[in-house]
């Protein structure tokens, strides 16, 4: 499945941004779907995934209650929306495909990826 992630941009802290991931190739609905994230000089790190069905749903501590992921497989694109921005939020944001929620937050785990959407945070 190919992945094409938009919706990034430059915001203020405390703005809100709906990330998109549009997929191509395969349904999605035969995955469930993550949002990695990567800021300069670190390592890429999980934010949140959702299981094919969208009734299971798990978020990084640091973006519990402030971003939400969900999907929509008729139009085979899933979201993440991203409330009260934070500087800390600001990465590289990448949608992953995989065929289980099995280790969830590995990205080694993720078989499909988009090439990323920036997020910038201003203070």
């Known amino acids: 499945v190919q992945l094409v992630e938009s919706g990034g941009g430059l915001v203020q802290a405390g703005d809100s941004l709906r990330l998109s991931c549009a997929a191509s190739g395969r349904s999605i609905g035969d995955y469930a779907m993550g949002w990695f994230r990567q800021a300069p000089g670190k390592e890429r790190e999980f934010v949140a995934v959702i299981n094919w069905s969208g009734h299971i749903t798990y978020y990084a501590d640091s973006v519990k209650g402030r971003f939400t992921i969900s999907r929509d497989n008729a139009k085979n694109t899933a979201y993440l929306q991203m409330d009260s921005l934070k500087p800390e939020d600001t990465a590289v944001y990448y949608c992953?495909?995989?065929?289980?929620?099995?280790?969830?937050?590995?990205?080694?785990?993720?078989?499909?990826w988009g090439q990323g959407t920036q997020v910038t945070v201003s203070s």
């Open positions: 992953a495909a995989d065929r289980t929620l099995n280790y969830y937050s590995a990205s080694s785990r993720y078989d499909s």
